[in-house]
């Protein structure tokens, strides 16, 4: 729909300080109108669906409302956090390197029916200090 050309990848983060493992990412809806992200999933370079924004029930439907924000969150890096801090859990694909590659590496944002929303793709590393961001109006 045309309200979900306005939700972009604001931030990703490859394993931040402390290990590979511990990622983010955040998507916001930068336009007015709330937006069904209901089973929308985020997806690596191996086309893999890592993290879904999951209903809690079969008939709930989940909205992103305008300039609201939604969170990733390796369950390595929520274990960090306080509950509540993150909009889902994901557990990583690799023990060791986590879901996302730091190095280089691919990912889209995918709405329930697999259509890309958005998508981002780096070949420079990204180091434990660094992290994508996207201006809101971007």
Request: hydrophobic share 40%; glycine share 10%.
């Amino acid at each position: 729909s045309a309200a979900s050309a306005d939700v972009r990848l604001t931030h990703v983060s490859a394993g931040v300080s402390g290990g590979a493992t511990k990622e983010f990412i955040v998507i916001k809806n930068v336009g007015e109108e709330p937006v069904d992200v209901t089973w929308w999933c985020l997806r690596n370079k191996a086309d893999i669906s890592f993290a879904c924004l999951e209903p809690a029930s079969g008939f709930e439907t989940l909205w992103l409302p305008g300039g609201g924000m939604a969170s990733f969150v390796s369950q390595q890096l929520a274990d960090t956090l306080p509950d509540g801090a993150f909009s889902a859990i994901y557990q990583t694909t690799s023990a060791s390197s986590g879901s996302l590659v730091g190095s280089s590496e691919s990912m889209r944002l995918v709405d329930g029916l697999g259509n890309t929303i958005d998508s981002h793709a780096w070949t420079t590393p990204l180091s434990a200090s660094m992290m994508f961001v996207r201006d809101d109006d971007a």
